[in-house]
Protein backbone atom coordinates (compact mmCIF):
# COMPACT_ATOMS: atom_id res chain seq x y z
CA UNK A 1 0.00 0.00 0.00
CA UNK A 2 2.99 2.27 0.04
CA UNK A 3 2.67 3.24 -3.53
CA UNK A 4 -0.75 3.87 -3.38
CA UNK A 5 0.12 6.25 -0.32
CA UNK A 6 2.42 7.90 -2.22
CA UNK A 7 0.43 8.77 -5.65
CA UNK A 8 0.45 12.13 -6.64
CA UNK A 9 -2.75 14.10 -5.85
CA UNK A 10 -4.98 14.51 -8.97
CA UNK A 11 -5.37 17.53 -11.21
CA UNK A 12 -8.23 20.20 -9.73
CA UNK A 13 -10.17 21.80 -11.79
CA UNK A 14 -10.63 21.43 -15.86
CA UNK A 15 -7.32 20.12 -17.61
CA UNK A 16 -5.43 23.32 -19.62
CA UNK A 17 -4.17 21.84 -22.96
CA UNK A 18 -1.34 23.81 -24.43
CA UNK A 19 -2.04 24.24 -27.90
CA UNK A 20 1.53 25.24 -29.30
CA UNK A 21 2.50 21.70 -27.79
CA UNK A 22 -0.57 19.85 -29.67
CA UNK A 23 0.58 22.31 -32.74
CA UNK A 24 3.96 20.42 -32.35
CA UNK A 25 2.98 17.32 -31.70
CA UNK A 26 0.56 17.01 -34.50
CA UNK A 27 0.94 19.44 -37.03
CA UNK A 28 4.40 21.00 -37.73
CA UNK A 29 5.32 18.10 -39.62
CA UNK A 30 3.11 19.24 -42.38
CA UNK A 31 2.45 22.58 -41.83
CA UNK A 32 6.21 23.39 -40.42
CA UNK A 33 7.13 25.72 -37.03
CA UNK A 34 6.43 29.29 -38.14
CA UNK A 35 2.73 27.95 -39.69
CA UNK A 36 4.54 28.81 -43.45
CA UNK A 37 3.99 25.27 -45.11
CA UNK A 38 5.84 23.58 -47.65
CA UNK A 39 5.53 24.60 -51.11
CA UNK A 40 3.36 22.98 -53.50
CA UNK A 41 2.69 20.04 -50.44
CA UNK A 42 1.25 21.75 -47.24
CA UNK A 43 -0.55 25.17 -47.27
CA UNK A 44 0.34 27.70 -44.99
CA UNK A 45 -1.48 28.57 -41.99
CA UNK A 46 0.12 31.84 -41.03
CA UNK A 47 -1.32 34.23 -42.73
CA UNK A 48 -4.42 31.78 -44.22
CA UNK A 49 -7.60 33.15 -44.82
CA UNK A 50 -9.09 30.12 -44.24
CA UNK A 51 -7.13 30.23 -40.30
CA UNK A 52 -8.28 34.10 -39.71
CA UNK A 53 -11.52 33.86 -41.17
CA UNK A 54 -14.86 32.14 -39.37
CA UNK A 55 -13.89 30.24 -36.58
CA UNK A 56 -16.27 27.04 -38.07
CA UNK A 57 -13.96 26.63 -40.98
CA UNK A 58 -11.00 25.02 -38.90
CA UNK A 59 -13.07 23.39 -36.67
CA UNK A 60 -14.46 21.64 -39.38
CA UNK A 61 -11.15 21.09 -41.33
CA UNK A 62 -9.94 19.54 -37.85
CA UNK A 63 -12.77 17.54 -37.20
CA UNK A 64 -13.53 15.82 -40.60
CA UNK A 65 -10.20 16.79 -42.86
CA UNK A 66 -9.95 18.63 -46.00
CA UNK A 67 -10.06 16.80 -49.63
CA UNK A 68 -9.48 18.39 -52.94
CA UNK A 69 -8.10 21.87 -54.28
CA UNK A 70 -7.54 24.56 -52.12
CA UNK A 71 -6.23 28.10 -53.36
CA UNK A 72 -4.65 29.62 -50.07
CA UNK A 73 -2.57 33.08 -49.86
CA UNK A 74 -2.89 32.78 -53.94
CA UNK A 75 -1.28 29.53 -54.42
CA UNK A 76 -3.37 26.03 -55.21
CA UNK A 77 -2.62 23.12 -53.07
CA UNK A 78 -4.82 19.91 -54.04
CA UNK A 79 -3.84 17.19 -50.97
CA UNK A 80 -5.44 15.64 -48.15
CA UNK A 81 -5.30 17.05 -44.61
CA UNK A 82 -5.98 14.41 -41.66
CA UNK A 83 -9.31 14.17 -39.84
CA UNK A 84 -8.03 14.59 -36.37
CA UNK A 85 -12.21 14.40 -34.69
CA UNK A 86 -10.99 10.95 -33.57
CA UNK A 87 -7.57 11.92 -32.43
CA UNK A 88 -7.75 15.18 -30.38
CA UNK A 89 -11.13 15.59 -27.83
CA UNK A 90 -13.09 19.18 -27.98
CA UNK A 91 -11.26 20.96 -25.82
CA UNK A 92 -7.16 19.79 -27.56
CA UNK A 93 -9.28 20.64 -31.10
CA UNK A 94 -10.04 24.13 -29.71
CA UNK A 95 -6.32 24.56 -27.49
CA UNK A 96 -4.45 23.60 -31.07
CA UNK A 97 -7.28 25.99 -32.96
CA UNK A 98 -6.68 28.83 -30.99
CA UNK A 99 -3.36 28.65 -31.26
CA UNK A 100 -2.99 28.75 -34.67
CA UNK A 101 -5.27 31.74 -34.82
CA UNK A 102 -3.42 33.96 -32.09
CA UNK A 103 -0.10 32.81 -33.40
CA UNK A 104 2.39 34.59 -36.73
CA UNK A 105 0.42 38.01 -36.58
CA UNK A 106 -2.60 36.27 -37.12
CA UNK A 107 -4.61 37.95 -34.68
CA UNK A 108 -7.61 36.08 -35.18
CA UNK A 109 -9.68 34.95 -31.32
CA UNK A 110 -9.69 31.86 -29.52
CA UNK A 111 -12.62 29.25 -30.53
CA UNK A 112 -13.69 27.06 -27.40
CA UNK A 113 -14.50 24.03 -26.47
CA UNK A 114 -18.18 24.21 -26.55
CA UNK A 115 -17.72 26.02 -30.15
CA UNK A 116 -15.77 22.53 -31.09
CA UNK A 117 -18.94 20.39 -29.53
CA UNK A 118 -21.74 21.75 -30.96
CA UNK A 119 -20.04 21.32 -34.78
CA UNK A 120 -19.16 17.99 -33.72
CA UNK A 121 -22.97 17.28 -32.99
CA UNK A 122 -24.31 18.88 -35.24
CA UNK A 123 -22.31 16.96 -38.50
CA UNK A 124 -21.36 13.59 -36.88
CA UNK A 125 -19.22 11.92 -38.51
CA UNK A 126 -18.50 12.09 -42.55
CA UNK A 127 -15.61 12.43 -44.85
CA UNK A 128 -13.38 15.16 -45.53
CA UNK A 129 -14.90 19.00 -46.41
CA UNK A 130 -13.74 20.50 -49.87
CA UNK A 131 -12.89 24.02 -49.89
CA UNK A 132 -15.88 24.98 -51.92
CA UNK A 133 -18.52 23.59 -49.05
CA UNK A 134 -16.14 25.79 -46.62
CA UNK A 135 -16.01 28.68 -48.80
CA UNK A 136 -19.81 29.89 -47.24
CA UNK A 137 -18.31 31.25 -44.70
CA UNK A 138 -16.60 34.06 -46.74
C1 LIG B 1 -0.09 14.95 -43.07
C2 LIG B 1 0.02 16.36 -43.24
C3 LIG B 1 -0.85 17.27 -42.42
C4 LIG B 1 -0.98 17.32 -41.05
C5 LIG B 1 -0.33 16.42 -40.02
C6 LIG B 1 -1.86 18.43 -40.77
N1 LIG B 1 -2.26 19.03 -41.93
FE1 LIG B 1 -3.47 20.65 -42.10
N2 LIG B 1 -3.46 20.44 -44.14
C7 LIG B 1 -2.71 19.52 -44.84
C8 LIG B 1 -3.00 19.65 -46.25
C9 LIG B 1 -2.38 18.83 -47.37
C10 LIG B 1 -3.97 20.66 -46.38
C11 LIG B 1 -4.64 21.12 -47.68
C12 LIG B 1 -5.70 20.10 -48.10
C13 LIG B 1 -6.15 20.28 -49.54
O1 LIG B 1 -5.31 20.49 -50.41
O2 LIG B 1 -7.40 20.19 -49.77
C14 LIG B 1 -4.21 21.16 -45.03
C15 LIG B 1 -5.07 22.19 -44.72
C16 LIG B 1 -5.23 22.77 -43.46
C17 LIG B 1 -6.03 23.93 -43.17
C18 LIG B 1 -6.81 24.80 -44.16
C19 LIG B 1 -5.93 25.47 -45.20
C20 LIG B 1 -4.96 26.48 -44.66
O3 LIG B 1 -3.77 26.41 -45.04
O4 LIG B 1 -5.34 27.34 -43.84
C21 LIG B 1 -5.95 24.14 -41.82
C22 LIG B 1 -6.61 25.25 -41.03
C23 LIG B 1 -5.10 23.10 -41.27
N3 LIG B 1 -4.67 22.28 -42.30
C24 LIG B 1 -4.76 22.98 -39.93
C25 LIG B 1 -4.03 21.91 -39.40
C26 LIG B 1 -3.78 21.72 -37.99
C27 LIG B 1 -4.20 22.68 -36.89
C28 LIG B 1 -3.10 20.54 -37.85
C29 LIG B 1 -2.68 19.82 -36.59
C30 LIG B 1 -3.73 19.50 -35.65
C31 LIG B 1 -2.89 20.01 -39.20
N4 LIG B 1 -3.46 20.87 -40.10
C32 LIG B 1 -2.20 18.84 -39.49
C33 LIG B 1 -1.84 18.62 -44.31
C34 LIG B 1 -1.67 18.34 -42.96
Not at 51 to 78: C, W
Not at 105 to 122: L, S
Amino acid sequence: MEAYKNRPKEPEGPIVYDGSKIYAQQCVACHQGQGQGLPGAFPPLAGSEWVTGAPEISIKVLLHGLGGEIQVKGNTYNGAMPAFGAVLNDAEIAAVISHIRGSWDNGAGEVTEEQVATIRADIGSRGAWTAAELAEYF
